[in-house]
């Protein structure tokens, strides 16, 4: 999981609330959008990390980002977080409630990494043939350099089937003879 402790338990609280409130879905989005805004607006990131810049200016930027596009939980959080002088985690909050969304919705993200574009047969395959409990979020990446194959990521887990590691682990095999 992405992000502090702190920018987890902030995360965590922000998605108790939301779900006492009857706004999960609502909040994802929210958090979905604040996570693009900052990946994308590199100059929003550094102002958020910046200690010169004082505490209300930042929050009158992110109010004039935010505020006609996220609910007002998410902005009223937003200000809160910034208050407490830790807005350089909202970043690591947004990504942190993202995935804790997930697991609370019982969501698998799979990373699957091919040398060409799956098609949707293959794609479907690949879900059901991993028998994961839950519904599989699958992010297909494209990588001519692993020749074929894939490699697939899940969590913490790695199988690598590439062409590349089997001609990597061929080579290492040749080289110890």
Do not use: W
């Amino acid at each position: 999981m992405k992000g502090t402790k702190s920018a987890i338990r902030y995360a965590q609280s922000l998605l108790s609330l939301s779900i006492e409130k009857g706004v999960l879905e609502e909040a994802k989005a929210d958090m979905t959008l604040v996570s693009t805004v900052c990946e994308q607006n590199h100059d929003l990131e550094l102002m958020l990390q910046s200690p010169i810049i004082k505490t209300e200016k930042k929050q009158s930027v992110l109010k004039s980002v935010f505020e006609n596009s996220v609910s007002a939980l998410t902005l009223d959080f937003i200000a809160l977080i910034t208050s407490k002088g830790r807005e350089r985690l909202i970043p690591n909050i947004a990504a942190s409630f993202i995935e804790l969304y997930k697991t609370n919705k019982g969501i698998v993200t799979v990373y699957v990494t091919s040398a060409v574009a799956l098609t949707e047969t293959q794609k479907t395959d690949v879900a059901k043939d991993l028998n994961l409990t839950g519904t599989v979020e699958l992010v297909e990446i494209v990588d001519p350099s692993i020749l074929g194959g894939m490699i697939i990521k899940i969590g913490d887990m790695r199988f690598d089937a590439s062409i590349s590691r089997k001609i990597h682990d061929l080579k290492f095999d040749i080289s110890k003879h």
